[in-house]
């Protein structure tokens, strides 16, 4: 049942993925800006900068790039937790999990880059393909912490029984 659930879940990110690649330059371009403006918004608030709105959208126009870096990042993270959890549920060594994780993540970044090359104003970049790789292998390594973390109190709990 566990293979199923995760199987489903890989599928529903990766069509959660695809739907945003096929926006739009435009109307991607929207939402991050949108983010980043909030984001500027917050800030403001939060410091008690008193910004102007122009110096707000100026701000949110600094920060576009990197919120949109950092959610393809984040996008592919989860991806790659996704399949570790699926991968979990094989007789497959850690290493090998990781493994395929990774290249599976990266095979999914590069055929989205490639999908982007048919969307108005978008265009397919090896460069985001390693960035989004990167996102991909920083999920795994929280992968990796987690499943230490709950491997030692799984240990633990089973020597304090005894």
């Known amino acids: 049942m566990r293979k199923k659930i995760t199987g489903i879940f ?44 122009a110096e707000l959208y100026r701000q949110a126009e600094s920060m576009q790039l990197i919120i949109r870096k950092g959610a393809h990042m984040g996008e592919y ?26 290249g599976i993540t990266a095979g999914y970044a590069a055929t989205d880059e490639f999908h982007q090359l048919f969307v108005p104003g978008r ?10 790789t990167l996102g991909g292998i920083l999920g795994l390594l929280l992968w990796l912490i987690l499943f230490q973390l709950w491997y030692k109190r799984k240990q633990y709990s089973s020597k304090k029984r005894c």
């Open 10 to 53: 890989i599928i529903l990110w990766m069509i959660i993925i695809f739907a945003f690649s096929a926006q739009p330059a435009v109307q991607s371009s929207e939402i991050s800006g949108s983010v980043a403006y909030r984001i500027a918004e917050w800030q403001n608030h939060f410091f008690r900068s008193n910004k102007s709105k």
């Open 123 to 132: 265009a397919g970049r090896f460069s985001d393909v390693c960035i989004d």
């Open 77 to 102: 993270a989860l991806l790659a937790l996704f399949l570790c959890l699926h991968l979990n549920c094989y007789a497959i060594s850690r290493r090998r999990q990781a493994l395929l994780a990774t």
